[in-house]
């Protein structure tokens, strides 16, 4: 069995790098791509048009992709309820 020359690059090294770059320091700008892009090319190494033996690199950049996406928002989510839920309640004046 012979590799076949007609499969397109899957970017497996420029996803993982993307999802480890959301994961330290870059954030969501980086860590919405990562999962975008790792979808993208598993859907086409699925489908036979990308190489299969960057599946790995392609799954673990997307990974931390997600899992940086789903971080942001609960981070997110704790501000919002943290400045205005809770400073709302703060600032009401309560009569004696």
């Known amino acids: 069995m012979y590799p076949r020359n007609d499969l397109r690059p899957a970017n ?4 993982l790098v993307l999802g480890i770059l959301s994961l330290t320091f870059c954030g969501i700008f980086t860590g919405i791509p990562a999962w975008v892009m790792g979808h ?8 036979g048009y ?7 690199l392609v ?4 990974i931390c992709g997600i899992i ?5 928002c ?6 919002f309820f943290l400045f205005f839920v809770v400073g709302f309640a703060s600032t009401q004046v309560h009569p004696r």
């Open 12 to 15: 497996g090294t420029l996803i």
């Open 40 to 47: 993208n090319a598993l859907r086409d190494i699925d489908a």
């Open 50 to 56: 990308a190489d299969p033996t960057e599946r790995g």
């Open 59 to 62: 799954q673990a950049g997307m």
């Open 68 to 72: 940086n996406v789903c971080l942001t």
């Open 74 to 79: 609960l981070a997110a989510l704790f501000w």
